[in-house]
């Protein structure tokens, strides 16, 4: 679709509810009119952003960016992720985020037998970190993925967010992961091998939690689900004392840092402040 020239014009529809009341399709709905006579090479296409109480912006873009697999539905994001995201060789936090189902264990675990509420009976345990805010105690031999993880400094972030959704909240509920943990696929695993310390991995909890972050992470998301590829806009950071950041300060000071990192434009920085929710 993306390289399809006779797509003349699209109409992106944030609010799907709007188009089929009483369903519940996260994502948006998007319609679009193909012309056989059109070339949008020439003539680019005419993207209507149906934006929420009615309201919709018009510009005439190309519905492909760089060489980027995914259209991506802001309009006005393209000229900060060319800044943030200069190239392929840029690192993304993609690379450092794990699959589902990191340790091997399934959301359902918590019911499990060997999911136990004490340590009490086992030789090796290790706390676990499962649904709905559900914590228990693991035997270390019943871990089946990513052993060498267990005993590392990470972070942990929830798979479903209602970050780039119509939903109420833009939260990133991200928490620093000890030794002796793991976690249920209702939790990714993030900077395993990044070699963090307790301070660095509460640093990049800090940086998953601004608007920044959060913006980014929201352009490639088409649904609640927030897997690793939803993260290749978000670029990787020097969390440790020496970073070019400084991380003793306020998400909303670490926001104005990143903003002049890469040389955002008033323009840019508001329209991610007023993009992305403050967190709940």
């Known amino acids: 679709m993306l390289n399809d020239i006779r797509i003349k014009e699209l109409h992106d529809c944030l609010r799907p509810e709007e188009i089929f009341p009483y369903t519940n399709n996260r994502g948006g709905v998007c319609y679009f009119l193909w012309d056989q006579s059109y070339d949008n090479i020439a003539n680019l296409t005419k993207v209507v952003t149906h934006d929420y109480n009615n309201e919709s912006r018009t510009v005439n873009r190309s519905l492909k960016t760089r060489d980027l697999d995914i259209f991506i539905r802001d309009s006005q994001s393209i000229t900060i992720l060319n800044k943030v995201i200069s190239d392929s060789k840029t690192d993304n936090l993609s690379h450092h985020i794990s699959a589902a ?6 959301t359902f675990f918590i019911k499990d037998k060997k999911f136990r509420s004490t340590k009490t009976g086992l ?8 649904r709905a805010g559900k914590i228990g105690f693991v035997e270390f031999s019943d871990i ?5 993880w267990v005993n590392l400094w990470k972070v942990y972030v929830p798979e479903s967010n209602n970050i780039g959704t119509e939903l109420s909240d833009d939260n990133q509920n991200s928490f620093v992961g ?14 395993a091998e990044l070699h963090l310390t307790e301070l660095s991995a509460s ?3 800090l940086y998953l939690r601004t608007k920044f972050a959060r913006y980014l992470h929201s352009l490639p998301k088409i649904s609640q ?6 993260y290749r806009f978000v670029p990787l950071q020097d969390f ?3 970073s070019d950041i400084d991380w003793s300060q306020s998400i909303d000071n670490i926001d104005e840092q990143l903003f002049g990192k890469y040389g955002l434009t008033n323009d840019e920085k508001q329209h991610i402040r007023t993009s992305i929710k403050e967190m709940a």
């Open 101 to 106: 189902k990191a340790f091997g264990f399934r």
């Open 225 to 230: 689900h927030g897997t690793k590829k939803t």
């Open 240 to 242: 440790t004392t020496s």
């Open 178 to 191: 000890g030794p002796y943990t793991v976690c249920t696929e209702t939790y990714l695993v993030v900077g």
């Open 203 to 205: 640093n990049l909890v």
């Open 144 to 148: 089946t993925s990513h052993i060498d």
């Open 123 to 130: 030789k090796e345990p290790v706390l676990c970190y499962g």
